[in-house]
């Protein structure tokens, strides 16, 4: 299959050749002529797999279509829903240079909270074609009457598992409320939990469903390995495998903001380029640090969770998780930020005792064992894993030579009172 083969004009294969896209993804194959069809998608795939231009593509084949030339004022008629503001920019840019060529000029807002509302008003003067945007900021903008949603033909829902989590049920239940009742609806997704699949049933009519194997069958490209190590070496193992591996970039994932910042600076001490990437730094030096990022000027990013949604860097040759995630579903949304589209990539967990058990669970999901790894001179002082629960707790714990933690010193307690 080929992006010619699914119906594209040529000013659109012109652009998809630009972004260097030589053949469609899975998604894209399904999804192109389903939505140029003017039918309502389903789509579940994971992190990576391209569905931004899935939808992308043949909604704006239809724009140029439907567009009525010469018309002072443009209507929105594609609106897309995104989780965060990062993603509301990735998506826009993503549409606004496969538009390029295309022959009528489309005009495309992108919209997001944590700015000042007034020069997206500004800009929404006029109207416009498409508008990205994140619900509550979009909520705002409609009661200001900055934008009517009247004639809006699609509605594209762009990581609703995200939107969810974040908790936008509310705020886009309120949106539904102001869009014609007749009207294409595309649902994304990566994940697929009960409360995903309510709101897509609630919104899908007759969906064309497109499931991308499943959410991890398309991870094999990207090696994963688990290093065994205590909480108090991990910096130390990190600057190791930064200088060791040489990537030339790589995410790293903590749990908080705070661990993001401690963390960014012991690597900068240890002359590794370095940002903390979290919610504490305003959108602007978000948008600044991904550039220098991309750019090479930063090798390393300290990211939380939230923080780090939607970041695509093409070509991210590793991820690490500092921490691990909260949930297996976390797991693959990070590790899925290396090896996208095809690329190779590599994803490290530094498991500590303590949490063996939780990446056990992880492991489960996927249905993946990761064997562990000790590395010399990071060999963790507590061992677990393969062990039974007596060998842990014998008094004598620990590797022989090394002081006792005052962890194994409470173990031991524990184990004499039992
Ligand atoms: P998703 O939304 O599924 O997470 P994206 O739409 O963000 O994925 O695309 C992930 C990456 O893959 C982006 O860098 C994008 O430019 C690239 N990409 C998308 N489609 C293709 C394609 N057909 N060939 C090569 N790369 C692609
Ligand atoms: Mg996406």
Redesign the pocket.
Known sequence: MT?ANLGLSPELLLA?AA???????A??TEAIPAVLAGQDVMAL??????????FALPLLQRLQQDMEEGSKQRKVKVLVLVPTRELSG?VGQ?IETLAEHLPKKLKVAVIYGGASINPQMMHLRGGADVVISTPGRLLDLLDNNALSLQHVSTLVL??ADRLLDLGFADEIKRILEQLPAQRQNLF?S?TFSPAVKKLALALLHEPKRIAIADLTENLPDIAQRAIAVDADKRTRLLVHLIKEQQWERVLVFVATKYASDTVSNKLKKAGIKTEAFNGDASQGARQHMLADFKANRIQVLVATDLAAR?I?V?GLPAVVNYDLPRSADDYIHRI?RTG???ASGCAISFILAEHEMHFRLIEKRQDKRVPRETLAGFEPSQTSGDMTPEETDAPTGGIKGKRKSKKDKLRELAAQNK
Do not use: C
Not at 19 to 25: I, V
Not at 45 to 54: D, E, I, L, M, V
């Open positions: 992006f998809v972004r260097q896209y030589t053949l469609p993804t998604v894209q795939a994971q992190t990576g797999s391209g569905k931004t231009a899935a990735q993503t762009d990581e994304f990566a939607g695509d093409a899925g996208r589209a095809g």
